[in-house]
């Protein structure tokens, strides 16, 4: 395929780079087949331990002179690659469909996201302000500034295989650090994709080798990354389980961590929501990506007066799903990212069942032309309690809960009665619902909406979410403050030097 060459993808790449250089690797072999058709799109070496040490030595040697570099000439840098995204980002688009399974708009639409964070982090580079406090002793000045970390250690997940990336590199580089990226391994070739493109960069504008390093492998590099003390940050995306071993691991050495893990997300459908906003909303939310965004709408919570009336337009909606390959642009819904997620999608439809959940419309494996992959699903749509099992839990697939409720507060008890807290939406024209909604005694996620979504969050504002969702804050706001180390300084400029609680040496 065209867009492969472009993109520098061959049927067999190497993983583990240092920014423009490619190392040798003894590791295992990662082959990559499309969601889309089954295909084997290309392989990748794993790193071993040999190409980590080297990639980790070189972004250790790296940071000493990256960080000396004027924050806003690391700005135009990461405006450059900014640039060199919007050149690439057909084939880069394709790609991540392709390799992936998301729709076709929605990889352009991921793209862009990486574009947009590299605008943001260009204004960025000439903002990272301290503050200038008042001292309590006389002739002395007082203020803090920020300074970077080192190395940060980013963990991705195959949902959004380059955006995410994108989120953490582009802030990380502005502040003054060097990154170390290990891609999810169901999607690896996008990041040797994003690697080609950067290293372009960073060759014409002599960046030191190693700003930008790319570690390609399974689970025991995630445990490399997380255990190595040379590493202060680690900001990883994916499952609550995954994060709370990521945890663990950095907190044993002291380190930081930015998670950003499970979502459990509910909609709540007021008696006085406008019902054709919020069934774009809903069915966009549940059934784009396939169901599997960390921001997927999973739980609908519906006033009992408008319930019947939703389900039906909802149940309508998903019979004129259009189901098959995401590079067609008239697909609304593509594959699951591979047979295992099929497993659990069927799992939990199952489990469902045996606790009590009643389709109204069933899910299945889809067979035939187009389908070959044994990806295709339906999306399901089932009335369930909110205390099931089932329903506490985070399905990566297409399954949608509905539940009724009476009064607001019930309602939000709803929405914030699972272990997770991403994000969270209501539907009302009502003034009052979405201010109490929004208050202290409303949604306790990271992110609530009024009359949108609960995904299609955008750069300008801080993304994560509480709870079992880790805590951890990426993008815009002032998220680029975890990436740094602050620093308080203190100045006398007098001819004496006052010392604490009136002590005195009579020198």
């Known amino acids: 395929m065209e867009f492969l060459q472009s993109l520098g993808i061959k049927k067999n790449n190497p993983g583990s780079s240092t920014g423009t250089q490619w190392l040798e690797s003894q590791g295992a072999e990662l082959a990559s087949h499309s969601p889309v058709d089954g295909k084997l799109i290309g392989s990748v070496v794993c790193a071993d331990k040999r190409s980590y040490e080297l990639a980790i030595a070189k972004a250790q ?8 570099w004027p924050a806003p000439k690391r700005g135009e840098i990461v405006r450059q690659v900014g640039e060199a995204l919007r050149a690439h980002k057909e084939p880069l688009g394709k790609l991540v469909s392709y390799e992936m399974g998301k729709s ?17 982090a260009v204004g960025l580079s000439r903002q990272l302000y301290g503050l200038t406090m008042h001292s309590e002793r006389p002739m002395h000045r007082m203020y803090e500034q920020w300074h970077p970390l080192g190395i940060v250690g980013i963990i991705s997940a195959f949902n959004f295989p380059v955006a995410v990336w994108s989120w953490n590199a582009a802030l990380a580089w502005v ?41 390609e492998g399974g689970r025991e590099v995630g445990e490399w990354l997380s255990h190595d003390t040379r590493i202060p940050l680690i900001s990883a995306t994916g499952s609550t389980r995954m994060g709370k071993a990521i945890s663990a691991a950095t907190g044993a050495r002291l380190g930081k961590s930015i998670l950003e893990l499970g979502g459990n997300n509910a909609i709540i459908i007021s008696k ?16 784009g990506t396939a169901g599997q965004r960390c921001t997927t709408t999973r739980r609908l919570i519906i006033h009992t007066d408008v319930y019947d009336a939703f389900k039906q337009k909802l149940v309508k909606a998903y019979q004129q799903l259009s189901i098959g390959d995401p590079l067609n ?16 999608y069927l799992s939990s439809i199952d489990q469902c069942k045996k606790q009590g959940g009643h389709f109204i419309v069933e899910g299945g494996v889809l067979e035939g032309a187009g389908y070959e992959s044994g990806c295709y699903v339906q999306p399901c749509i089932a009335e369930v309690k909110n205390e099931m099992q089932i329903v506490q839990h985070e399905t990566f697939a297409p399954i949608l809960y509905l539940m009724q409720y009476t009064t607001l507060d019930e ?76 620093q308080t300084n203190t100045i006398n400029w007098s001819t004496q030097l006052p010392l604490a609680q009136g002590i005195e040496f009579n020198l």
């Open 104 to 120: 076709l708009q929605e990889g352009y639409g991921e793209v862009q996201e990486m574009i947009d964070i590299c605008d943001f």
């Open 175 to 215: 502040c003054g650090n060097v990154c170390i990226w290990k891609p999810s391994e169901k999607t690896p070739l996008c990041g040797i994709a994003v690697q080609n493109i950067v290293a372009e960069v960073f060759r014409k504008n002599h960046v030191p080798e190693g700003v930008n390093g790319l570690i």
């Open 411 to 486: 309602a939000i008890a709803l929405q914030n009665g699972v272990p997770q807290g991403l994000s969270s939406s209501i539907m009302t024209l009502n003034m009052r619902e979405a201010e109490q909604f929004l208050s202290h005694a409303g949604s306790d996620c990271g992110i609530a909406n009024v009359n949108i979504g609960t995904s299609g969050a955008e750069i300008g504002g801080a993304f994560g979410g509480e709870k079992e969702t880790g805590g951890g804050r990426e993008s815009g706001s002032d998220a680029w403050k975890a990436y740094m180390r602050r």
């Open 272 to 287: 006085e929501a406008d019902l054709d906003i919020a069934l774009i909303g809903c069915l966009f939310g549940a059934v």
């Open 61 to 68: 040697e790296a940071f000493i002179e990256w960080r000396k």
């Open 329 to 344: 642009s008239k697909n609304h819904v593509g594959p699951l990212i591979d047979t295992d997620a099929v497993k659990m």
